[in-house]
């Protein structure tokens, strides 16, 4: 019996979903998830499918490891938790494009791909959604260097590190980006404390223009009143 699941790399809990595929089957599900924790330690902080080939007469179990979704890889690259919420205004990272090799080498056997070119290619799409510069650019415009054949010799010869320099200028660049999103953010941050206080204003307004009425209402009422009493007097000195 085959059995899939999504478990994070070292720190396999139980939970109801996986009580209740594995539970009906009786098998030791302490046991199992010592035994995931175990061989998906390399992968702690990400993601990661793992296998389960489960024998349901004997209860041996074997647990076999996928490789961690391209996002979760690249995450880990860089140390980050999570992508951008706004990919296409906020940056969360600048990565080179050796980095980008690393993760698709990691992956090409999983993707449909026939060469380590497309599964960059691929890569640099998860790049794009997740918020990364590459190469200090956008990676649509890594995409267009590949396929001009800038990367050629770094892609074929597969190389995963860059070098220092380049790491200490592509965080140089990514510091220069990062304070014009700092910039960006307060500047909206106080037009929108501007846009709140402009409508609290507006607000009061109203409900001071509201408690006003009635005293208005019984000042227009008196000046007629006083108005009819004069009216009446004038008759009544004819």
Known sequence: MIIKLLVEGGAMKVNPGIAQKLGPLGMNI?????????????????????TLDINADTKDFKVIIGTPPTSE???????????????GNVKVANAAIEHVIKVAKIKQKGMMVNTLKEAVKNVL??????GFLVESED??????????????????????????EKLDKLQKDFAVVKE??????????????????????????????????PAEAEKKEEKVEEKKKVEENKVEKK
């Open 180 to 213: 014009a999103q700092e910039k960006a953010a307060k500047v909206a941050e106080e037009a929108k404390a501007a846009e709140e206080a402009k409508a609290a204003e507006a607000g009061k307004a109203v409900e001071e223009g509201k408690a006003a009425a």
């Open 139 to 164: 990676p649509r415009e890594a995409i267009a260097k590949i396929d001009a054949g800038e990367y050629d010799k770094l892609i074929n010869k597969g190389i995963e590190v860059p070098s220092q």
């Open 73 to 87: 890889l690249l995450k880990k690259e860089f140390s980050l938790l999570k992508g951008s919420a706004t990919p």
């Open 125 to 130: 799409g998860s790049c794009v959604s997740l």
């Open 30 to 50: 302490g046991k199992i998830t010592s035994e995931v924790n175990k061989v998906t330690t390399a992968f702690q902080g990400m993601r990661v499918p793992v």
